[in-house]
């Protein structure tokens, strides 16, 4: 296996792992929510005037399902809709108390998480962290325009 292929798996392994570490948790904590939902709603809680249009960029779905999540998310009673007086044509989210209890339940749990895993980072110098996350922000950067191009030629 070359380096390229061991780093991919190594990534999906800490994914994987920490996936599993974290669901039981989480299910127990955000039980009546799913996990969509719980991401949702941290959207809209860390990003004031969240909108159909904000929400679908940022996890790569349609409209038309962001559309059903966030109904769904305001039957449950976990965020409102609301409009600005200067664009009535235009409309956002916010989270009710509801969902400030989900959201803040989901952030305690995170920051559990990172509490438990900071160990590995102690080990680690300033020098080997830049060096990853400057990794992590090209291949970013290489999703991205990855992502425009097969979005151009879905439009076609």
Do not use: P
Not at 13 to 42: F, G, P, Q, R
Not at 100 to 120: A, M, P, S
Request: include cysteine.
């Amino acid at each position: 296996m070359n380096k390229g292929n061991q780093l991919f798996k190594g990534f999906a392994d800490i994914y994987n792992k920490t996936v599993w570490l974290n669901k039981l948790k989480m299910e127990v904590a955000l039980k009546e929510c799913k996990s969509s939902e719980v991401h949702c709603i941290e959207y809209i809680g860390k990003n004031k005037d969240s909108n159909v249009t904000k929400l679908a960029e940022n996890f790569y779905m349609t409209k038309g399902a962001i559309s059903k999540l966030t109904k769904k998310l305001i039957q449950k009673g976990y965020i409102e809709s609301y409009q600005k007086k200067e664009n009535n044509k235009e409309i956002y989210f916010k989270l009710t108390k509801k969902g400030e209890r989900i959201y803040n339940t989901h952030d305690e749990l995170h920051k559990e998480f990172i509490r438990r895993d900071k160990v590995v980072f102690k080990e680690i110098t300033d020098e080997q962290l830049n060096y990853m996350l400057n990794f992590v922000e090209n291949y970013n950067k290489h999703l991205d325009i990855e992502i425009k191009k097969q979005n151009n030629i879905n439009k076609i």
